[in-house]
């Protein structure tokens, strides 16, 4: 997602640094900034003067060390590092989790939903959201639901291999966003000239993860059977709105999976 928002901001003008541990991933055009944000002293060669900050990270495994040392740390010492060289960005822009919520019923949650984090994975995000907004820096932080896409195909790739779905009532809703549009939405809230403090970023359509996969099944023409045991996901899920996102202005490129996994479908079937 880093290196499709990078590509996006250089393609309408802007000069954008990539910061990584290893930056021959960087997509060509970016100026590379080797660093490790998870080390105190993993921080340096920053430019000169930086407008906006993306800070969008990942864990190098799912446990709670490694969270901590990417996130919470990382966004520490990042916020050192700014405060020693004199920098004052326009922005810092967080892509924190829906993760953050704890609603397991179905219920609707929006920006000003409760947040109650069920695992260890919000509650480090909650507390990075914490840390950015009580820093001197104005900032944005970006609830992301569940990112698809290019590279990101788990369901497509379930509806090819014929894995049979599960069958639940009521549903159990997630939530998700197309990479594409993770990227836009980000590109678009620098252009804002006063963003709010938080948008959740999803599409416009929760969905159980069983209908996605049956849709993506039925556009292949592929039959899928009913699994014998249900998954170990319990009902009810969350949905997640994006309406204070779309009243800023942001047009989605893929309003819901149907677009997104289409398109992905499209560019599998032209070879690109």
């Known amino acids: 997602m880093g290196s499709a928002l990078a590509e996006l901001l250089a393609g309408v003008g802007h000069e954008v640094f990539g910061v990584r541990r290893d930056v021959s991933a960087l997509p060509d055009g970016i100026a590379p900034v080797r660093a490790d944000v998870s080390r105190p002293d993993g921080i340096g060669g920053l430019p000169a003067r930086i407008d906006f900050i993306f800070y969008m990270v990942g864990a190098k495994v799912r446990d709670a060390d490694s969270y901590r040392a990417a996130y919470l740390d990382g966004l520490g010492h990042l916020l050192r590092v700014l405060g020693e060289e004199g920098q004052a960005p ?51 932080i ?25 069958e639940r009532e009521p549903p159990s809703f997630s939530n998700r966003i197309h990479r594409d549009d993770a990227a836009g939405a980000l590109a678009h809230l620098i252009g804002l000239e006063e963003p709010a403090p938080l948008y959740v970023g999803v599409d416009s359509e929760p969905a159980d993860p069983s209908d996605v996969q049956r849709w993506i099944a039925g556009e292949l023409g592929v039959v899928l059977a009913v699994a014998e045991q249900p998954d170990s996901r319990p009902s009810g899920g969350k949905r997640c709105r994006n309406e204070r996102l779309v009243a800023s202005g942001y047009d989605f490129l893929f309003p819901t999976y149907r677009e997104g996994y289409g398109e992905i479908l499209r560019a599998r079937g032209s070879g690109s």
């Not at 919520?101 to 919000?122: I, K, L, M, N």
């Not at 970006?142 to 509806?159: C, H, Q």
């Open 90 to 140: 326009q922005r810092i822009l967080f892509t924190s989790s829906t993760a953050v919520y704890g609603q397991s019923r179905g219920e609707w949650v929006d920006e000003e939903s409760p947040t109650h984090p069920r695992g260890f994975a919000g509650e480090i995000m909650l507390t990075t959201e914490r840390l950015l907004h009580g820093s001197p820096h104005p900032s944005t």
């Open 142 to 166: 970006v609830r992301l639901g569940g990112i698809y896409g290019p590279g990101r195909t788990r369901l497509l790739d379930a509806a090819i291999s014929k894995q049979p779905v599960a």
